[in-house]
């Protein structure tokens, strides 16, 4: 499991090569898309961009996973986003718009995951090696 400063690394190089190529490299990874979300610090109240892939999106609703590869820890942006459900999302490298987060029930989870397992199966084994269930959220605008 790579480090918090690691993860920041990571993102922070894949959002340049997004910009730097005009969209053109980074806004797919493993076959699925990759958004970049924003979200409002719940303790700093700056913003903070991550890079995620997004196994689902139909029309305006997107659905990425709070993974973090497995990690036994929830995300940091999830934490952000639950206290500050405003969000901001960019597609390729479109502008960021406004949009609304929002985690899912247990129910709504548990009907969505086999939707999300089949898009990208690599899902599974990162729930596999966590205890928590991993969450997934919708973004609307």
Known sequence: M???RQLKTITTI???VITCSGGMLGTTFKGMPTIK???TGRKSGRAHTVVLTAPIIDGDTIVVVASRGGDPTDPA???NLRANPSVRVARGNGPALPMTARVLSSAER???W???ISAHPGYADY???TTRTIPLVTLTP
Do not use: M, S
């Open 2 to 4: 790579p480090t918090d």
């Open 14 to 16: 894949h959002r340049a």
């Open 37 to 39: 979300l924003t979200t």
């Open 77 to 79: 942006w999830l934490h």
């Open 110 to 112: 548990d009907a969505l």
């Open 114 to 116: 086999p939707e999300v």
């Open 127 to 129: 729930q596999a090696l």
